[in-house]
């Protein structure tokens, strides 16, 4: 008798091509939220925003209802999606920039009016997709583009840190920092978004999950490095850990 | 049109929220801005009573952003503003017109440039009809010149949008949308358009649907504008609307949109009364611009006045179609100075001598 | 048919019912099957110092809702006088609360009719009544709408389960227009 041990989730899409860089770890969220979708029985009902970065192709991957938002406005989108469709399950998939810096208002807004929708914020602290510019959580040393003797307190300010703002959020149900640079930590990232969807399906307000996420083309480091920076030069800025949690309440 | 109803005193910013209600707008999305605040107000109030959306957003960025998310679901919906506040929308009405879903966006202009004030303008039909966001787009243009037509069309603006996939701009400005006028709010008039073939709700027993705008080959972004193009087409075949008096044998023609309209109107009926050969051109769809209608009304007449609360914008729709058949003049004034239809005639009778 | 429009400028304080005046009168313009338009000043305006609206009232579609040179003011303040005076028509009437200008006429041209408002108002119990025995007054006088018109408007406006508010307003109804039948008056 034979027996199915392994089988690829069912909202990827078929010959899937994927696009992304050698070693960076969208493919890995990307994935782990398929497996979800399949867990919690959501594949029918979920309507997904995409923004604007390289999380722009989402099409490519995932056999989903998707509407693309403008760069920045995910949250806005969702909001418009979820409450024609209260009864559809909603997340957006964006990058930092597009998140926190461009979509800073629309973030906190969507978090605060407790919009029952789930934001996937992939923080890999640099413009990926534009060539690895200055993000707004690019740390303080940290080379780019357009910072490349490194980012200067003086001159460009500090990083925004994500989970901490959006923990002040009332309307925010569930908010946690997560990363993918191990398979413990992505056991852990998978718990935690399917903590977020379980507060979506319980109406309990907004959640968001900030993943660390590797882009070795623009730091210029191997995946192996890359993922190595973000246990010693991320997580002191950006700890690990659940922010905020009024889903047990 | 089942005109039942009663007539009763409207005013115009209440009319188009009446009206939104009666075509079965699902979901208002908007930010505070005069002169079209009733709008939002009112419906602050009827929507949520009949278990629909009303929610103000952080911003007009976010309130066109929402509306693209509902819109993306074939839901009815819409957003009102005005002027400075509709130029931050735009990137959003560029999106959901590559999109080809339907939205309602009501424009109660106000005067500019920037902040101006919150007087009466007509000085964003560029804004409107040319499109401010960014590539080859079009957006389909309504402007209403009564209380009552703002019932019309806003209706017609629903049902349009529906039919076409595609956005609507209800255009009126600060006068329309202060005043009040008796007004019939009969029921929506149109049959209701499936969407069932495209709208986002889920991938249930389908494929996943995409609803987006970036195309990385050429061949697909050029075939997806092309396809966009040829339903403006069909648009412009069929949903051209204007209205003339006395244009037949007029020896002046004036033009003339929205609420300067009325006002033309009625300077045209007193220098018929003159005895002066003056007639009215009024386009209702502002885009698609009656070209070929106003091409054959002008051909022959001695001049054509266009007449705009601005310093001359559809003006140059009008010499277009004109295309050197006529003489064209304007006259116009910005910042909410409203004409009488006596200063109207006063230029009329001065067009006159100089034609002599 | 030649156009026959009249255009009315009704002015005052906020909280003066300058508007619900207006209304009520574009109502009764409505209900005897006459064309007309109410346009109020809005925005920064209305949050401080004096409000008005414009009627036009016509026998087919109103062209210009908006009159620089009114036939007709109903000041209910001072401060309505002194905007408005200079701008009315030629022949055209200005109808002051005398109980809040006590000013001198500045033009020849044009028609003064004093009603002391508020002092009939506060007679028969409710100042706030005033601007309806204004009204009431101006209708008397000109005719534009029937006072029967107006009569039932108010009582459509002011629902059953304030019956109080609708005798009162009645009375300023009767009391405005039975004050442009006295004598004094001219």
Known sequence: METLVFQKPSSIQKDCNVTFCPGCDHGVAIRIIAELLDELNLVEKTIVVSSIGCSVFLNDYYNLDIIEAPHGRALAVATGVKRSKPDKFVFTYQGDGDFASIGLGESMHGLSRGEKVTAICINNTNYGMTGGQMAPTTIIGQKTTTTINGRDPNLQGYPIKICEMASICDGAAFVARCSLDSSKEIENTKKMIKKAFESQINNQGASLIEILSTCPTNWKLSPQEAHKRIREELYPVFPLGIYKDKTSK | ?356 | ?186
């Open chain 2, 1 to 356: 049109m089942t005109k039942t109803a009663e007539k009763v005193l409207l005013k115009g910013n209440h009319a188009i929220a009446k009206a939104a209600i009666n075509a079965g707008c699902q979901c208002y999305f908007g930010y505070p801005i005069t002169p079209q605040n009733e709008i939002g107000e009112f419906l602050s109030v009827e929507m949520p009573a009949r278990g629909r959306v009303f929610l103000q957003a952080e911003s007009e960025v976010a309130a066109i952003n929402m509306l693209l998310g509902a819109a993306s679901t074939g839901t009815k919906a819409m957003t009102s503003s005005s002027s400075l506040a509709i130029a931050l929308m735009q990137e959003g009405i560029s999106y959901i017109a590559a999109d080809n879903i339907p939205a309602v966006v009501v424009s109660v202009m106000r005067a500019g440039p920037a902040l101006g004030y919150i007087f009466p303008s007509q000085g964003d039909y560029f804004q409107t009809v040319k499109g401010g966001g960014n590539g080859d787009y079009k957006t389909l243009t309504l402007a209403p010149a009564t209380v009552q037509e703002m019932i019309d069309y806003t209706y017609k603006a629903f049902y349009l949008a529906q039919k076409y996939r595609t956005i609507v701009f209800l255009l009126a400005d600060g006068l329309l949308g202060q005043m009040m006028e008796p007004a019939v709010l009969y029921d929506y008039p149109y049959e209701e358009i499936d969407n069932s073939d495209w709208a986002l709700d889920g991938a249930k027993g389908r494929p996943g649907r995409w609803i987006g705008s970036i195309h990385r080959s050429e061949e697909v972004l050029e075939k997806k504008v092309l396809e966009l193009f040829k339903k403006y087409d069909i648009i412009k075949q069929n949903e051209i609307e204007y209205k003339t008096l006395y244009a037949e044998d007029a020896e002046i023609l004036i033009t003339a949109f929205g609420s300067v309209a009325r006002i033309a109107q009625a300077a045209v009926k007193q220098a018929r009364e003159a005895g002066l050969k003056v007639g009215l051109f009024r386009p209702i769809t502002l885009w698609p611009f009656p070209e070929k209608e106003l091409y054959k009304f002008a051909t022959g007449k001695k001049l054509i006045l266009d007449i705009e609360m601005n310093m001359g914008q559809m003006l140059e729709d009008v010499k277009m179609s004109v295309s050197g058949q006529a003489k064209v003049e304007f006259y116009g004034r910005p910042a909410g100075f409203y004409f009488t239809p006596e200063e109207l005639l006063e230029e009329i009778k001065k067009q006159m001598e100089g034609l002599k």
């Open chain 3, 1 to 186: 048919m030649a156009v026959k429009e009249s255009s009315l400028i009704i002015s005052g304080y906020g909280g003066q019912g300058v508007l619900f005046i207006g209304m009520a009168i574009s109502n009764c313009a409505m209900d005897e099957d006459k064309y007309v338009t109410w346009l109020p000043s809005y925005g920064a305006e209305m949050r401080g110092g004096t409000a008005n609206c414009t009627i036009v009232i016509a026998n087919e579609e109103v062209a210009s809702p908006y009159q620089q040179t009114p036939d007709y003011v109903i000041a209910l303040n001072a401060q309505s006088v002194e905007k408005f005076e200079m701008k009315i028509k030629p022949g055209g009437t200005l109808i002051v609360n005398s109980s809040l200008y006590k000013g001198h006429e500045k033009r020849t041209d044009i028609n003064y009719l004093y009603i002391p408002a508020n002092e009939i108002a506060a007679k028969i119990g409710e100042i706030k009544c005033a601007n309806v025995v204004m009204l009431s007054a101006f209708i008397e006088k000109t005719k534009i709408v029937k006072i029967e018109s107006l009569k039932k408007v108010i009582r459509n406006i002011i629902s059953a389960s304030k019956a109080k508010l609708l005798e009162i307003n009645e009375l300023a109804i009767q009391k405005g227009s039975e004050y442009i039948k006295l004598p004094v008056c001219h």
